[in-house]
């Protein structure tokens, strides 16, 4: 089956500081990869995609390279602000099947301090 | 556009209660779902729907029903609740094929089952 992989929280940074969250995935076919954000008390929100392996997702300054070879898709962002603090999910979603079900990791908690 | 939205924001019931919790979209999305969110396990589906009058069981069904009798909403009841379904749930809703994955999220329904 499906499965999605992430790095384990949480994670602690200082404002401007350099954020990887490593994502792994395992799917059969070729599955379009997802980063979504959850801010405190709120629902998910999508922040980038990508839907085809060498494709790069970027929004908001965050970007992910989906990498078909190593089945990863790793976010990074150069410079983390206070505002980034948030709990970032990893997702999948199979090209197979009719009902386009998302695959989610467990979820990494970012923390930027000041 | 509201979006996607639920209702009630949050709950408590006691054990053996019975309640639905209700999802709307104005976005004309075919496919809608309802997930459900605990500490270190991501999200993970508890049925989904392909269509008015569709219905599905997804990766955790088991206490739970749904109904689609509108194409805008998304019915999830729990007929006799347990404390097990303390949880945070999400409803989401997305376009059907054309729409490459992307869901949309409301802001969630929190329930504590006493």
């Known amino acids: 089956g499906n499965s999605v992989t992430q790095m384990e929280g949480p994670v602690t940074l200082s404002e401007e500081a350099f954020l990887t969250i490593n994502c792994t995935y395992t799917?059969?076919?070729?599955?379009?990869l997802f980063w979504y954000v959850q801010y405190p008390g709120e629902g998910l929100q999508l922040l980038l995609k990508?839907?085809?392996?060498?494709d790069k997702g970027s929004n908001k300054g965050f970007e992910a390279t989906y990498r078909k070879e190593t089945t990863s898709f790793h976010l990074e962002k150069g410079s983390v602000q206070v505002s980034d603090s948030a709990v970032y999910f990893c997702a999948l979603n199979a090209s197979s099947g009719s009902a386009r079900q998302l695959t989610f990791g467990s979820g990494t908690q970012l923390t930027v301090l000041p | 556009n509201a979006g996607v939205t639920q209702t009630p924001k949050f709950r408590v019931l006691k054990t053996g209660q019975s309640m639905t919790l209700l999802c709307a979209q104005d976005?004309?999305?075919?496919?809608m779902y309802w997930y459900r969110q605990d500490p270190g396990m991501g999200l993970r589906l508890i049925h989904y729907s392909v269509g008015e009058g569709t219905t599905a069981k997804g990766e955790v069904p088991d206490g739970y029903n749904v109904s689609r009798l509108k194409k805008q909403n998304f019915l999830l009841g729990l007929e006799s609740a347990a404390p097990s379904q303390t949880s945070v749930y999400f409803c989401?809703?997305?376009?059907?094929?054309?729409?490459?994955?992307?869901?949309?999220f409301g802001p969630g329904t929190r329930l504590l089952v006493l």
């Open positions: 799917a059969t076919g070729y599955p379009s």
């Open positions: 976005m004309n999305h075919e496919y």
């Open positions: 990508a839907t085809k392996a060498d």
């Open positions: 989401a809703s997305s376009y059907g094929t054309s729409g490459r994955g992307t869901q949309y």
